[in-house]
């Protein structure tokens, strides 16, 4: 079953999703609003990342972040 979480949605109706396929696959779908055309585009992670500093972006950063407090660390 994969597994999905909506990462971040524009005031212009574009949508981004954190997907995780039963094959342990994790990449980005965007999702692009009816004005656009609607195209649907799969990414992988890094690409994402460095395709610059939008709030998609800084949304995943944010919840990779989450991860981190969850475990402290062996110092």
């Known amino acids: 079953m994969k597994k999905v979480r909506k ?4 005031s212009s109706g574009d949508r981004w999703y954190l997907i995780a ?6 990449f980005i779908r965007h999702e692009a609003n009816a ?3 609607g195209q649907v ?4 992670i890094a690409t994402f ?6 709030p998609e ?3 995943l950063l944010r919840l990779i972040g989450t991860l ?4 402290p660390a062996d110092a």
């Open 7 to 10: 990462l971040y949605e524009s």
């Open 21 to 26: 396929d039963p094959s342990g696959a994790v």
């Open 35 to 37: 004005a656009s055309g």
């Open 41 to 44: 585009e799969h990414e992988e």
């Open 49 to 54: 990342l460095n395709r610059g500093a939008g």
């Open 57 to 59: 972006q800084q949304e």
């Open 68 to 71: 981190i407090g969850e475990h």
